[in-house]
């Protein structure tokens, strides 16, 4: 849509920026899992394929990226990978897993991956939810009665509920490095400390603020809720059905010869960061990975896209996959650039354990990071091109890759394409009438394909004269341009005229029988292109 006229440029701009991200609601209707659907809809898809082509090739540059990026940031081992749909297309690794026994990083080492940890937790709290076990709109003391007493900042405060815990606004304050030395905490600790009191920076629902507390406590209402210890709730019903048989809670379950050990960078040496056992706050950052186990689990988060009427039988539903990524209280960075150092403000939100970044290029793109002492961890997948990119390192707070390098390697070099959305079948019959309207005005046809609204809004004398103009100085029609749809029910397209061109921009209602509501026309001679 770059050529685009700018008059319907900007409606279209207008139209997304009203419609897009709406908030998903919080509770769905577990008794109704099936339901009527369109036998005519078409999914997006690629119209040239060869995503692990182009991928594979950038594999030396990225090889060398890696090694140059670990080398310059003293990072000991990096071990990466790059998903396309459901495979592991990319999996190298880097420097070493272990100093002391000179053991090489590779795909198949263990790392901790920290906060990366708290969307199988999100993953967890949504499938129960999905189940009918809870809701998200909860009060969270309904679970956790420690929690009954809390004193908020102030009486119109809205009492926590699950969800403001899912997205970090639940009024807690930032807790971070505190929180990562809780790791091994007893869930006594926990609940004595919810009862004690806490301190609160906002009143819960006013805005985002990380925190780790907030998901130790779902992780305890994950284990209240399903009778069984979060970790193994979680390694049940998610790791397992996934293929995730090398992920672990406790590193002392992990293999000999696997385990990445952590360090940090002091006085111009790496010295030893002792590792942390399992405990209450594990459902905040507990887990470990390889990058190969890890792969499966951004696969499972990139199958949501499209949306489609495959069968659906991942540990929780698609559409409870794209509720988990669909950023809340979203903020804008007006100073934001993209993967080649341009301007491009960006709209970012927290979801379900997971971050969502949308820029002025229209990338979207969803993930989070990890940091421990000893590890560093971030992973980020991009729904509309059905690609991952994951890395993990063993250096204490250090992100593990340099994500602007690779971005440009992925979306520049590689030139990698989205998704298309093909035109459904009433937006092309739409079209085609409408080019013979304009043209002939049959009032049989405007009878069949204009909604009530569209003489209401301008009169039919006003609508002819404002088509006619612009097709006297058109000229001549020379051809029709292909449709690009917005979505099942708008789009645009171009006519090519003897003097320039046509811009026509339309819209349906929501009838069965979908007529057209909204109709922009613009003429853009080929001395103003």
Known sequence: MKNFPSHLFYLVFGALLFSCNPKPTSDVDTKSTTH???????????????RVERIKKIAPELEKLMA???KSRNIPGIAYGIVVDNQLVISFATGLMNLEQKSPASPSASFR???MSKSFTAMAIVKLRDEGKLSLSDPVSKYIPEMANLKYLTQDAPSIAIENLLTMTSGFPEDNPWGDRQLDESDQMLMDMMTEGVSFSNVPSYEYEYSNTGYALLGNIISRVSGMPYQEYITQNILLPLGMEQTYWEYDQVPPGQLAIGYRWEDEEWKLEPMLHDGSFGAMGG???????????????????????DVDDGPIRRSSLREMQTPQFPRLNANARNFSGEPCPAISGYGYGLG????????????????LPGFGSNYVFFPEYGIGIMAFCNLTYTSPYPLNEIGKLVFETAGLKPRQLPVSDILRERQEQLTQLIQKWDTDLEEKI???NFYL???RAHRIQEVQGVLEQAGAILSIG???PQNQLRGGYKIQTQNGEIGIFFTLTPEKDPKVQQLDILFLSKESE
Do not use: M
């Open 68 to 70: 140059d990026y670990a």
């Open 450 to 452: 204009l909604a009530e």
């Open 113 to 115: 991956i920290a906060s």
């Open 356 to 371: 969502t970044i949308e820029n002025c290029d229209g990338l979207k793109r969803v993930g989070h990071g990890g940091a």
């Open 287 to 309: 887990l470990i990975t390889s990058i190969e186990d890890f792969s499966k689990y951004v696969s499972f988060h990139l199958s949501a896209w499209p949306p489609r009427s």
């Open 457 to 459: 809004d301008k009169s």
């Open 482 to 484: 292909e449709l690009s």
């Open 36 to 50: 009527l659907f369109s036998d005519t809809y078409q999914k997006p898809f690629f119209e040239q394929d060869d």
